[in-house]
C-alpha cells in the first residue's frame, strides 16, 4: 500500500513536471512529505538516521538548539528564476490525527514556546530546492512534562501566490520521540565496569545443602547470608543472584547484596536495568540502589528519602541516574523480609549509557 502510494505521488510530480515544461509552472513540494510511515503519508519521525552524516538533525551548541533538516524543492526539469514560500503549522491537522487514533494519547501537539519556525523560505535564481529548520529549544525538550512522550507538528507549505504548491506533498508531520532524542539509544557497558552480572552466576562457595551460595564479585552482609553463611545466590533455574524468607528460609533483617564498579564511570548519563527478574511478594519493600561515589550501599532503614542515592523499589526495577563528574558507582539490593514468603530471583543486571544523550 505504502509502495503504491509513492509510486503514485511520483507519478504525479512527473506529470507536474511534464506541465511545467510545457508551460513553465512549477509545483513546489516538501520532499519529508514523501516519508511514508504509520500509515499516515506525511509522518517523518525524528530522530532518523545511524550516525551525524544521516541524522535528520543537527545541534547547534552555541545556540542550545536542535535543528530538524526540513525542505522545499520544485517539481520542473526548468531552473526556474527562484521563488518563495511560505511555511505555516496546522494545530488542527494534528488535533484530527488524535480524534482518528492514528496517533495516540502518547503524542502531544508540540507547544508553541518550543519551536521556531521560518515564516517563510526562499530558493535562489538557478536552485531547484533549498533546506529550512524546525529548530527545537534543548532545554525546553529535557523537561519532565515531555519525558516518555512524543511531539507532533504539521508543517505546511504556503503558496505566495508565486506558483502553486503540490497539495499532496504539502505537509509534513514532524513527530519527535522525545525520549530517543534526549536520552538517546543505550549501549550495554556492564562487562566494562562490573562483573559476574547475568545467569549463570559463579560463586565462591556452596551450602552443604546445594541450592544457597555466596556469589563471586559481588558482596553480600551477613543478613543476606542467612543459611549458614551462605545466600545472595541460588541455584534457581541455572544460578541466581537471590534472597527469599519463607518456605523454609527464615527472616532477613537488613539483607544487603552490593557490588562497586571497577572503575570511575565518566561523566553521562546511565540505567541500571534488572528488570530481568522474578519478584514475588509486596508485604516489605525492597529496594534498587545506585550510590554513586560510596564503596557500599545504605542499610535498609537508610535508604527512604535519602537524597545522596538512587533507588527504585523491584516494582519498577531500571534506575536512569547522570553523573556530572567521573565516580565511581555501586549498585545493588536491600531487603527487609520481616514477614515470609518473599523473594527475589534476578537473571541478569545491566549497566548502561547513552552516547548520543543531548
Request: glycine residues 8%; proline residues 5%.
Amino acid at each position: 500500500m505504502k509502495q503504491s502510494i509513492i509510486i503514485i505521488f511520483l507519478l504525479s510530480l512527473w506529470a507536474c513536471k511534464k506541465d511545467a515544461d510545457s508551460y513553465g509552472i512549477p509545483n513546489i513540494y516538501m520532499p519529508q512529505a514523501l516519508n511514508i510511515s504509520g500509515g499516515i503519508s506525511a509522518n517523518y519521525p525524528v530522530p532518523t538516521g545511524t550516525d551525524s552524516s544521516t541524522y535528520n538533525y543537527t545541534i547547534d551548541a552555541t545556540t542550545n538548539k536542535l535543528n530538524i533538516i526540513l525542505g522545499v524543492a520544485q517539481a520542473s526539469t526548468l531552473k526556474p528564476a527562484g521563488f518563495t514560500v511560505n511555511v505555516i503549522t496546522d494545530a488542527d491537522t494534528i488535533d484530527l490525527l488524535k480524534f482518528n487514533n492514528i496517533l495516540d494519547a502518547n503524542t502531544l501537539l508540540m507547544p508553541d514556546l518550543l519551536y521556531t519556525l521560518p515564516s517563510s523560505v526562499s530558493v535562489p535564481a538557478g536552485k531547484s530546492e533549498g533546506t529550512f529548520f524546525l529548530s527545537l529549544d534543548i532545554n525546553q525538550l529535557k523537561s519532565s512534562d515531555y519525558e516518555g512522550k512524543k511531539l507532533a507538528l504539521a508543517v505546511r507549505l504556503k503558496s505566495t501566490g508565486q506558483y502553486e504548491v503540490a497539495s499532496n506533498a504539502a505537509v509534513t508531520i514532524v513527530i519527535v520521540d522525545v525520549d530517543a532524542l534526549v536520552i538517546g539509544p543505550s549501549k550495554d557497558i556492564s562487562s566494562q565496569y562490573l562483573k559476574n552480572t547475568s545467569t549463570p552466576f559463579t560463586i565462591a562457595g556452596l551450602h552443604s545443602g546445594g541450592r544457597w551460595g555466596t556469589l563471586t564479585d559481588w558482596i553480600a552482609n551477613t543478613a543476606a547470608k542467612s543459611h549458614d553463611g551462605y545466600g545472595g545466590y541460588a541455584t534457581d533455574e541455572g544460578g541466581t543472584i537471590d534472597m527469599e524468607s519463607g518456605w523454609g528460609s527464615p527472616a532477613i533483617h537488613n539483607g544487603k547484596i552490593w557490588q562497586t564498579t571497577g572503575s570511575a564511570l565518566p561523566a553521562g548519563t546511565y540505567t541500571l536495568d534488572v528488570s530481568d527478574l522474578d519478584w514475588q511478594g509486596t508485604k516489605d519493600p525492597t529496594y534498587i540502589v545506585v550510590a554513586p561515589g560510596l564503596d557500599t550501599i545504605p542499610d535498609y532503614g537508610d535508604i527512604s528519602g535519602n537524597t545522596t542515592i538512587q533507588y527504585t523499589l523491584f516494582s519498577d526495577p531500571k534506575i536512569t541516574f547522570t553523573l556530572t563528574e567521573e565516580t565511581k558507582v555501586t549498585v545493588g539490593f536491600a531487603a527487609n523480609y520481616i514477614q515470609d514468603q518473599q523473594g527475589f530471583k534476578i537473571y541478569s543486571v545491566k549497566l548502561l549509557n547513552y552516547p548520543k544523550h543531548l
